[in-house]
């Protein structure tokens, strides 16, 4: 990596993949493949935010991403602050428009977002003056799942285009496989969404995707078998009779795997529900499953999304998609 580094993306936040060109994302994976490497030095560490002030804001609980930013950003020597909901402010009754106001008055560098509504991370980054990086935001998008997924990928099958990704599952409320159905699509890839019909948003064709309720004409032929979360805490109502007849019709099994490709990868964003979405024999397959993979690229994806969005100059009007000025 070079000590004084260019880049071609011009975007001030990341709030989500909508807007993003293909060669932007193939900047981040390759910056993030680099970065994958380095992580798996004994010296994992850079100066490349040194003296600047990250702060992760979670509105709602999480393990893997907030640990994945907080590494990432300290891996490249930023000063790492976190923060919850439950812990600030915000739980004494202030608004998320004062709680902006309150961090922007400190200067911040960088601020990762999670909170459990649609949009309120894009109404954080116009009051603030740092980067904002979305960290999942309700059902609406999760961009840095979608590239630390789609850099496993390509990682191991060496390219994204032409591939077909089925996606499966509770696809209704998942930021996750909006954010996938997004990029992938960019990407040339070709996409299949499996699930039954109280748990798919409506016009999936429009997003390019093929919809399927049966999990074997879905899986027939696929290269990737990505699985999803059941999102009980989203769901107001009944959307499954049960969690073993959900399994049965569309848990991932031997039977129900063998319907893809012989070398189809298996993924899942975590956390999982094992029995309900995905037997654990497969799920710690270690030639088929790339879940564990997701967890390490997740660290190198943040890694470059934070360098990149460094890189900006601080008096350079913000451009590109995911901000409130054209």
Known sequence: MND??????????LLGIEGLSPSEISEILDLADEYVAQNRRVDK?????GGRTQINLFFETSTRTRTSFELAGKRLGADVINMT???SAIKKGETLIDTAATLNAMHPDSLVVRHPHSGAVA?????????VINAGDGSHEHPTQALLDALTIRRRLGRLDGLTVAICGDILHSRVARSNILLLGIMGARLRAIAPPTLLPGAMDRMGVEVFHDMAEG?????????LRLQNERMNGAYVPSTREYYHFYGLDQDKLAKAKPEALIMHPGPMNRGVEIDSELADDINRSVIREQVEMGVAVRMAVLDLLSRRPSNQPPVGPNTDET
Do not use: E, F
């Open 85 to 87: 909901a439950t812990a």
């Open 123 to 131: 109404l954080l980054s116009q009051k603030m003056d740092c980067s």
């Open 4 to 13: 004084i580094p260019t880049s071609a993306v011009s975007y001030r936040h």
């Open 45 to 49: 560490k850079r100066s490349i935010l």
């Open 219 to 227: 899986l027939a032929g696929a290269d990737i078998v990505m699985m």
